[in-house]
């Protein structure tokens, strides 16, 4: 019996061992510096932004509630921008509302701005 259990915590080591080390390396990658971290954080703000623009489009098709504007705003202020404006002009949604098409390309620019003015001083290359 006791055999039995070292030989299945070898198979589960065995098998686990790459998988965790695959996991460390790519942890590794995304912590590597400043601008790979921010680059990752961009990609997945951008994802939910898309998917909270299309799940709100949903919901009013649907009749349900809604996912408030501020909400969306918000995650475009935190990063999501791109990925809203995107998805805005994709499903056809919020395209009437001022503070989504002209907010939104000023949330853009600001953060254009911003992310080249951290490079410039160096901040994300570090």
Do not use: W
């Not at 790459?18 to 997945?44: M, Q, W, Y």
């Not at 489009?57 to 705003?73: C, I, N, P």
Request: aromatic share 12%; proline share 2%.
């Amino acid at each position: 019996m006791a055999a039995d259990n070292e030989l299945v915590n070898n198979v589960i080591e065995a098998i686990l061992k790459p998988i965790l080390t695959l996991f460390k390396g790519i942890i590794d990658l995304i912590f590597a510096n400043h601008a790979v971290s921010l680059f990752f954080f961009f990609i997945f703000v951008n994802i939910l932004a898309i998917i909270l623009m299309k799940r709100d489009k949903t919901y009013a098709e649907t009749g349900q509630r809604r996912v408030r504007e501020s909400t969306l705003l918000i995650v475009a202020l935190v990063g999501g921008s791109i990925g809203e404006y995107f998805a805005m002009f994709k499903y056809k949604h919020k395209t009437l509302h001022t503070q989504f098409v002209v907010g939104v390309p000023i949330i853009i620019c600001l953060q254009c701005a911003l992310v080249s003015g951290l490079l410039l001083s160096r901040f994300l290359l570090v």
